[in-house]
């Protein structure tokens, strides 16, 4: 049963919970007894005998191939038990890089044997086992293979959590990791050596089956993995399961795979701690991870022996996971560490009403709006119009603009003229007036818009408020419009995600011509800001169109499954007003970005935009993540991508160029990076995606 309710939005992946188990023939017994009597939703349940070696087996008599020893004939369950509650295990013996040919041989054979079959069973995906070693080119080979051809299955590479805080750490100071032949992740700590990535173990006389084995240690796990998808070319249908260990990496080291498409993380009972009561707990830094984990739909799977002796019962907050009618000596032994996953999941804090609302827009590739060119539909408008927090900032400013224009011993005397470019359907209108009325300032208003069918709204609205006095509507493009007197304020609801990318600064420009000199203008400036991204699906998403033109494009994106690698950093700044002579809209920027010490690798898919804007004076409104306004909606972040995806490697930074350039018909941005590898110039000459004027 899923791990519990969230209310009727919470329809994630993470509410379901896996348990890995070992080669049983008895399929339908097994997966009643995981899902019916242990609770759990779905399994990770080895295919293949693994004493299978296809080297070992004899043809029959005929010449006939014998019939292969899977865990069960796919009659034993219905096609949506297979589907619905089923995750192929793949044998951890094989190992594809093996310098033992018949090894080697029997690896790819199994592989390809055990995958056909899964594909068959239709199951929905399948945990292939970790590569043995740094050298995996001859696995991700025959796996990329399999994937060129494979239907919607999901294929899991299994990923060991690793990374050491200090690269340079002695031998003495490391805890290191092995997979044994069994799968289960065992700590060792009798290092010999430390050569490059590779650990050499001393044979061991306690550990029959390890002796004289040489193991690999990998320093930062992140690297084993961004070597097998390059090789595999980052297909979209080739995920991870992480392994998550008793010891965890730095913060800033795990926040590199929430870009990378996570699919489930195996939680081993070794991970868990014991918390008074004699229950199976989890550190404050793994609850966190975990935490995170269900926030990105990632599927919890609890593998290994129980460690912890119970007298009975499950934890009082999950309670809806407790078999009351099931005794002590029934009871599935992993049975408590399923509770406590589920006591977190319900413990965490229900999204707000706005996240809810944006759930279906997360990592969602939306192409900007063209402002100037395309006249905006009804439904967008009442999108913009809900809101609130946005047009209280207008409002404040507004008032605060009116105090500073007109003293209050003249407020019975002078009128302020403003004027709102860009009325659309009237919500500036509406703060502007509120404004006024908050001050006791007398307003002339002047609403200039040109969309005639938002002038048809915005006639009905005057008509409805009974404004006609104090508002004027000019159905124009405000960069054309002969104003018949000046004004004191001109407030403008223009801006883009990426501050300037839909032409405020154009607009503006030609409509100060009818803004006093000594004038206010309503945002007074605005700055756009960058920062890289590991963003696995959304590179995987342009990838799809096949072309160029979908790489040199930017988007609106709710970001979520991102990986912020380093702060953002400020790019094009515009004031206003700007009477400047040789004033120029064209912008040139460059950037050097220096990931986190402790982070590690990383790889950047692209870069994520933002802006923050001064309304006036102290007021301000923005989305760049360190002083976004809070609960505001009106805009996502833009992504810039990559054609070709960089490799950051500690200590090395990234050098980042940004253009925004005018032409006589449009307007439109170029980006590159320099270091540490030049990337082509991207969207040169505006050829893939321009702002029209």
């Known amino acids: 049963m899923p791990l519990g309710e969230r209310g009727g939005w919470d329809k994630s992946e993470s509410r379901y919970c896996g348990v890995e188990t070992d080669f049983d023939n008895g399929m339908p017994h097994l997966l009643s007894y995981n899902l019916s009597t242990g609770g759990f939703d779905f399994v990770v349940a080895t295919l293949m005998d693994p004493a299978y070696r296809p080297s070992l087996v004899e043809r029959d008599a005929s010449g006939g191939s014998n019939v292969l020893p899977f865990a069960a004939s796919d009659l034993v369950l219905s096609p949506s038990q297979w589907s619905s ?11 594809l890089d093996s310098e033992d040919e018949t090894l080697r041989m029997d690896s790819e054979i199994t592989l390809k044997q055990e995958i056909a079959w899964a594909m068959h069973l239709s199951l929905q995906a399948c945990l292939l086992p970790s590569p043995k070693g740094t050298s995996c080119a001859n696995y991700a080979r025959c796996v990329n293979q399999i994937l060129q051809g494979l239907n919607n299955m999901q294929l899991w590479l299994r990923i060991p959590l690793v990374k050491t805080d200090d690269d340079s750490m002695d031998s003495n100071q490391l805890v290191s990791l092995i997979t044994s032949p069994d799968a289960q992740i065992l700590p060792l700590k009798n290092v010999s050596y430390i050569s490059s990535w590779i650990l050499v173990f001393p044979p061991w006389s306690h550990h029959e089956y390890h002796i004289g084995l040489q193991l690999t240690y990998f320093i930062d796990s992140w690297e084993l993995w961004n070597s097998f998808r390059l090789l595999c070319e980052h297909h979209g249908q080739l995920s991870i399961a992480l392994n998550v260990l008793s010891s965890l990496p730095s913060a800033n080291s795990l926040g590199r795979w929430f870009g990378e498409p996570v699919r489930a993380a195996i939680i081993n009972t070794d991970s868990f701690l014991t918390n008074a009561r004699g229950h199976p707990c989890l550190s404050r830094r793994h609850q966190k991870l975990i935490t995170g984990f269900f926030n990105h739909s990632i599927q919890i799977v609890i593998s290994g022996q129980s460690v912890h002796s119970l007298p009975g019962g499950s934890l009082d907050s999950a309670a809806n996971h407790t078999v009351n009618n099931v005794d002590n000596a029934q009871r599935h032994p992993l049975r408590p560490y399923l509770d406590y996953v589920a006591y977190m999941y319900q413990r965490m804090d229900p999204l ?55 003293p209050d011993e003249e407020v019975t005397s002078l009128t302020t003229v403003l004027m709102v470019v860009g009325a659309g359907r009237g919500p500036l209108v509406r703060a502007a007036l509120q404004a006024a009325e908050e001050t006791g300032r007398k307003l002339k208003v002047y609403a200039v818009e040109k969309n005639p069918n938002a002038v048809v709204t915005l006639h009905s609205l005057v008509r409805i408020e009974g404004w006609e006095n104090e508002v004027t509507i000019v159905s124009c493009d405000m960069r054309f419009w002969d104003a018949p007197e000046k004004a004191d304020i001109l407030v403008s609801e223009l801006l883009g995600s990426f501050g300037d990318n839909e032409l405020s600064p154009e ?28 963003a696995s699906k959304l590179h995987n998403d342009v990838k799809s169109h096949k072309d160029l033109v979908h790489f040199e494009t930017a988007y609106v994106v709710k970001l979520h499954s991102v990986a912020r690698l380093a702060p953002s950093q400020p790019v094009f700044t515009f004031t206003h007003p700007n009477f400047s002579t040789e004033k120029s809209n064209q912008r040139y920027k460059k950037l050097r970005f220096e990931l986190p010490s402790d982070t590690g690798s990383a790889i950047v898919h692209g870069f994520a935009g933002y802006f923050d804007a001064t309304l006036y004076k102290d007021v301000h409104l923005g989305i760049e993540p360190s002083t976004a306004t809070p609960n505001m909606f009106s805009w996502f972040a833009i992504y810039f991508p990559l054609r070709t995806p960089v490799c ?46």
């Open 85 to 95: 509650h089923v995750v192929g295990k793949i044998s951890s013996w094989i190992d």
């Open 352 to 406: 707000p009403e706005q996240e809810r609302f944006e759930l279906g827009y997360r990592d969602f590739l939306q192409s900007p709006l063209q402002p100037l060119m395309d006249n905006l539909e009804a439904q967008t408008y009442e999108t913009f119009e809900k809101d609130a927090v946005k047009y209280i900032q207008y409002q404040r400013a507004i008032s605060k603009a009116l105090q500073d224009r007109i």
């Open 507 to 534: 607009c503006l420009d030609g409509a100060q011509r009818f803004l006093k000199e000594d004038g206010i203008s309503i945002p007074s400036s605005y700055t756009s800001f960058i920062q890289p991204v590991t």
């Open 648 to 693: 950051i490697q500690p200590g090395s930074p990234l050098e980042v160029h940004f253009w925004r350039y005018c032409g006589s018909t449009k307007v439109w941005y170029e980006w590159c990076v320099l270091s540490p590898s030049p990337s082509p110039i991207h969207n040169s000459n505006g050829r893939s995606y321009w702002v029209g004027l």
